[in-house]
């Protein structure tokens, strides 16, 4: 596998992503193992409530999705790590960047917490683990996100992050038979003050 940087930056493209660390928690590789922990966030409605895509039915379906996070980073479009605290390997969440664009130097943003961890500051960690790794390491000069509107408690962490609300588009999404809109979000490399959440 090609081991020269994909962009300016200190990233080399291998077999995982890199394990990084914040003060409590680390961003890892996700592994088979993980499929238990995959379905407690994924398969949980309320988790799943602003998402474009119905929550997982079984260890079936997130065992298929592990599998496609390694398939689409191996085709260079998708880092996603699993959030777990620094003393447990245990996945709590996931944090990501998706729909990669090396050449023009940005991707979009997700994240997603197991219901019991809500509230104690672990996204915001985890996203300003991330953010550092996409700026840093990755050299990318934007990152993009895309919330539901009545997603109040991720608008509010993205903006502490410093993005800036850019768009609302109507009627963006359909999911569980509901039209959902969406409000567009975004971060300049130039605008971003390291630990401002």
């Given at each position: 596998m090609d081991r020269k940087p994909a962009v300016p930056g200190t990233f080399e493209w291998g077999d995982e992503l890199p394990r990084l660390s914040g003060r409590r928690l680390d961003l890892r590789w996700l592994t088979g193992g993980d499929a238990p922990a995959m379905l407690?966030?994924?398969?949980?409605?309320?988790?799943?409530?602003?998402?474009?895509?119905?929550?997982?039915?079984?260890?079936?379906?997130?065992?298929?999705?592990?599998?496609?996070?390694?398939?689409?980073?191996?085709?260079?479009?998708?880092?996603?790590?699993?959030?777990?605290?620094?003393?447990?390997?245990?996945?709590?969440?996931?944090?990501?960047?998706?729909?990669?664009?090396?050449?023009?130097?940005?991707?979009?943003?997700?994240?997603?917490?197991?219901?019991?961890?809500?509230?104690?500051?672990?996204?915001?960690?985890?996203?300003?683990?991330?953010?550092?790794?996409?700026?840093?390491?990755?050299?990318?000069?934007?990152l993009e996100a895309d919330v539901d509107p009545r997603n109040e408690r991720s608008l509010r962490l993205l903006e502490r992050q410093g993005f800036r609300r850019e768009g609302y588009l109507r009627e963006r999404w359909l999911h569980s038979g509901e039209t959902q809109d969406a409000v567009f979000l975004g971060l300049l490399r130039r605008e971003w003050t390291p630990g401002q959440a």
């Open positions: 407690e966030i994924f398969g949980n409605a309320e988790v799943m409530k602003f998402w474009s895509s119905p929550p997982l039915a079984d260890l079936v379906a997130a065992s298929q999705l592990i599998d496609e996070i390694h398939e689409h980073f191996h085709a260079r479009r998708l880092f996603q790590w699993g959030i777990c605290s620094r003393d447990s390997s245990q996945v709590h969440g996931t944090c990501t960047l998706l729909n990669v664009d090396l050449t023009q130097r940005r991707a979009e943003i997700g994240f997603a917490l197991a219901r019991g961890e809500w509230g104690q500051g672990l996204a915001s960690e985890a996203l300003e683990v991330m953010i550092r790794f996409a700026f840093e390491a990755l050299g990318l000069q934007r």
